[in-house]
């Protein structure tokens, strides 16, 4: 059982202007999957290091099980870390790697032993124990590192981009034998990472990140459903949201640059009013995956159509992403590839409002 | 790839071979003669008749060598030796220093560190003899040894090697537990083994070799070294070159053994320089 909160962290390098990380709060709680994303030089891979004792935290409080561990060591936490470029012992086997920690803890060698053998057997490599990281794969080089956090037995994993040296293909099959050692040893895990696919597979919760501030912290499905502002709209999800800038009048949006109107749905329209949004600028944003080019929709929803000309098509088997373009408003649309269009060709989408997102174009707030 | 220009490439190693062969003989034929020599008696040394192998082979020269005081002069150069060890440690804890540990003043003092490699030893030599004097170390052995512990050159190699390693596994060794002391042993010590070769190898060579210090700063025949104690075999009226090839042989041997088996690592280390 372990818990930990973090409150009102903050953090300022010695010869840095700005802060790194400002009023970072969260409570973790004990066997939750989180991941921090955002781009880099969001303060994510900070506040991690943080909570490893890898970084001073200038202000602010870090409680494990309620006992605040600012000053602790980093030996002291009990903390088990894997890192982005493995940081694997180059001079010792993979046993002794794994065993390095066991050894400094003082820990008896028959359990050290065990543990190291039960960590490897985990990790599918046992037939490797002898062998030197240098004649091990990338993977296998970030199992060892996963090993050497496993036998440790530590309440808390922190990962740091473990993936990010891999490749595509390895990326997603170690992203699952990540999901599943936590499903196994359900320890607390703290995940950073700047790819959103790795955050949305594999969080229970998703904190997202920017300029050092938590921007949303949510399920995955919370955080993409119901993004908080328009940077987590626009993070989240791949391909990403597509924004346009639009005005609402009386029961339509209306885009005059670009030539296009679009009518909004009564419930929305009745929020967006009451906020005082009537005659205001606002950004619509809209997922690919939410414009359609089916002729149901278009037929039941015929005042939320664009008429536009599809710059790209491109085939992804059973998907097609269309890159089209309205004016110069260009956006894509995610669509059935039976119905797949070809580069060039005129076509009416329907935008479904219903899920579409409303942010102030000043404080980039959702508003719907 | 074509016979012909198979053949031909063959044909241009067989001729570079035996050019460098031949070199490569002209080049070991004095240290050949020497060895040899130290087992001749001196009288067949300097007969007109020269022959190359001994005609009698005799260990005379060798015992001559060690009733002469050689083996005082052996151990002071083996502990002047080991000391240039432990002095080549605070040079990798101090390029260790310098380059994964943020202090303030670190660029200056690396500057410094390297500034002093600019000026030459013969110009330091005398002040450095009278700051001796003053704490009357000369004509010690720690007067011998205490210069030599640090060298720039030392620290810098230290230092641009072990800023290539990763400072996450420093990082994961703190998470496991590791003391900062631990991980220079453990850690950062044997990730070092290419710099710690040719550091060792020069080390050797120089403690081994010392040969100006010491002779400046001993006065007392039982401060010699190895090869101070070699230009005492030179006599001033008569001069007994069987004893003379065998202090000589007896010094160089162990540099050539030395170097044949740790060849592999000196050139890895000037690889190293060279990758910077």
Known sequence: MVELNLEHIYKKYDNADDYSVTDFSLDIKDKEFVVFVGPSGCGKSTTIRMIAGLEDITEGDLLIDGKVVNDELPKNRDIAMVFQNYALYPHMSVYDNMSFGLKLRKYSKEDIDERVHNAARIIGLEEYLDRKPAALSGGQRQRVALGRAIVRDAP????????????????????????????????TTIYVTHDQTEAMTMADRIVIMKDGKIQQVGTPQEVYDNPANLFVGSFIGSPAMNFFDVTLQNNRILDRKNNFSLEVPEGCLKVLQSKGYAGKRLKLGIRPEDIHTENTFIKVFPNATIKTTVNVSELLGAESQLYCKVGDQEFIAKVNSRDHIQPGAELIVGLDLNKGHFFDPETELTIY | MSNSLLKSQQNSRFIVSVILAVFGFIMILPFLWMFLSSFKTNAEIVQNTRSFFPKQWTLENYRNLFHSGFTLYLRNTLIITFFSFVGMLFNAMAGYGFAKFKFKG?????????????????????????????????????????????GAFSIFLFRQFISNISDSILEAARLDGASEWYMFWHIILPISKPVLAVQGILTFIGGWNAFLWPLILANDEKYYTLSVGLQLLQGQHTTDYGIQMAGSSFMVIPIIIIFVIFQKYILQGFNIQGDK
């Open chain 1, 156 to 187: 808390i994993f922190l990962m740091d981009e473990p993936l990010s040296n891999l490749d595509a293909k390895l990326r997603v099959s170690m992203r699952a034998e990540i999901a599943k050692l936590h499903r196994r040893l359900q320890t």
């Open chain 2, 106 to 150: 670190r660029g200056v003092l690396f500057i410094m560190v390297l500034a002093t490699m600019m000026i030459p030893g013969q110009v330091t030599m005398i002040p450095v003899y009278l700051i001796l004097n003053q704490m009357h170390l000369t004509n010690t052995l720690t007067g011998i040894i205490l210069p030599g512990l640090v």
